[in-house]
């Protein structure tokens, strides 16, 4: 995702209901520790998101699920008062959302309960979504966290070097993820879908 934000929303940061009266309906904006960061859904982003969604929304009808995906809503971890995550895609736990507090007026999560997978599509600042978003959605307890990175743009010390597309498959073991890397036409290995039958090619270059 795009780091591109207005030097004036810089200038103090933000708290999350301050945030969500300036940008809670605008879904190009997340905020991470007061901090608003614009996430530039570019075509080829939102193709791969779309992509992940139509194969996932899927397996969750073949599985018979109380599941459905929700695109753009925000994750607002219930342990901090300065951010608000915006994932690409997310599933939801539809028997989990009478524990949330916020969802009956808004499109707000708060529980790690309520989310079985979720996925980003890395765009420029991929930092986020290697390093500060492993963290916190391992916090959560959510099971399974994709990083799409189909332009090979995070840092080698992540997807190695030469760099090149790389879906990283996070999941979560005895509270930290346990990250599984596929490339090319390896298939990709989902403990939430067993079922799943794509390769990291047919994922990454859905944009291409």
Known sequence: MTIAVDQAIQQKPLSF????????????YELIDGE??????TGLHEEI?????????VQIDAMGLPWFVLQRGLLRPSNTG?????????????????KEPLWSEQSILTLGSSIKFVAEVVSS????????????????????????DYAGL???????????????????VDGEYEIRQ???????????????????????????
């Open 36 to 41: 608003v960061f614009d996430l530039e859904p």
């Open 125 to 148: 600042n991929w930092q986020n979504d290697y390093a500060r978003k492993v963290e916190d959605y391992a916090v959560l307890g959510i099971s399974e966290y994709w990083i799409a």
């Open 82 to 98: 300065m951010t608000a995550f915006r994932p690409d895609v997310v599933v939801v736990d539809r028997g989990e959302l009478i």
């Open 154 to 172: 995070g840092g080698t010390r992540h997807i190695g070097k030469p760099k090149q597309p790389t879906l990283s498959v996070c999941t979560l």
């Open 17 to 28: 209901d301050e945030f969500l009266a300036r940008h809670g309906g605008d879904n190009r």
């Open 49 to 57: 998101a779309a992509f992940i969604t139509a194969k996932i929304c």
């Open 182 to 208: 596929f490339r090319g036409n390896e298939a990709i290995v989902s403990h939430t879908f067993l079922d799943l039958k794509l390769t990291a090619e047919q994922v990454l270059k859905t944009a291409g």
